[in-house]
């Protein structure tokens, strides 16, 4: 016969398991928010991480390494503080949207040699000042 498994979970909003309540391989799912969380060690110390589902709210950073397709859009009624997106190569900030919605491409936005590619904007109702 089938067994199923249920996983620790909640339904309330912004619900984030602590990291004594979850074992080490352990997952745990927010039903309400669509997220899955577990539980890190890295030298003794444990946290709770949770997995980038799609349509839900991400908190902190996120570091990408490798090539990225994105569509980004800011909905009017959110107020970032900081740059929206910064692009970043060799570890190095190359190309920022700030909170005014200004594109900032850095004198030093050069490619690593060998490396083919380019910017293309487009729209309306914007400035590009180089």
């Known amino acids: ?3 199923k498994i249920r996983l620790k979970r909640s339904s309330t909003q912004s619900s984030v398991p602590d990291a004594g309540s979850l074992s080490l391989g352990e997952l745990a799912v927010n039903t309400y928010d669509g997220k ?3 539980k890190k060690d890295v030298d003794g110390s444990t946290s709770i991480e949770s997995i980038v589902t799609t349509n839900s709210e991400i908190t902190g950073s996120v570091n990408l390494v490798g090539a990225m397709t994105s569509s980004l859009s800011l909905i009017s009624n959110q ?4 740059d929206v997106l910064t692009v970043r190569v060799g570890g190095a900030d190359k190309i920022n949207i700030n909170s005014e919605g200004t594109l900032i491409i850095k004198p030093s936005a050069t490619l690593p040699s060998g490396v083919d590619g380019s910017l293309a904007v487009s729209g309306s109702n914007f400035f590009i000042y180089l």
């Open 79 to 82: 107020s970032p503080s900081s």
């Open 1 to 3: 016969m089938a067994q």
């Open 36 to 38: 899955l969380f577990f």
